[in-house]
């Protein structure tokens, strides 16, 4: 356990941001274009391929961008805050807009060259299909005077 020197400036200073936070907000101080946000992801793998689903709702498919290099696949992009109002007053903004960046590693069956991605009803799938692994080799074994046969192992449970 670590001792750590008491700062009561600090959390002074923490206590000063909460509240700005909360004035900004009934003020309409923050500019929703500066704001980050991180979109919902659901990863699947199947015995073919991965799988990944994105909640892009309201993204133009022109500013989405996937990447695919050294095993990494990037999904990045901008929602914009595009609608005006003459009289510049909301009651309340929820939803998030600006820049966002998701990153996966991808096992090394994943292929690269195959990736295919689609956007249809706010939902970005993007489909990395699966090399073809090595399948496993039976080896034949030269038994005595030059027969061959195959060997194969059978699990089996013994009790004491």
Known sequence: MALVRWDPFRELSALQNEVNRLFSRLGGGEVPERQSWTPSVDVIETDDAIKLKAELAGMDPKDINIEV????????????FEEEVKEDRYYRIERRYGSFSRSLVL??????????????????EITIPKTETAKPKK??????????????AKATETQN
């Open 107 to 124: 096992p090394p069956t994943a292929d690269e060259n195959k990736v295919e991605a689609r956007y249809e009803n706010g939902v970005l």
């Open 139 to 152: 080896i034949a074994v030269t038994v005595g005077g030059g027969e061959q046969k195959t060997v194969e």
């Open 69 to 80: 290099q050294d095993n990494v696949l990037t999904v990045s992009g901008e929602r914009r």
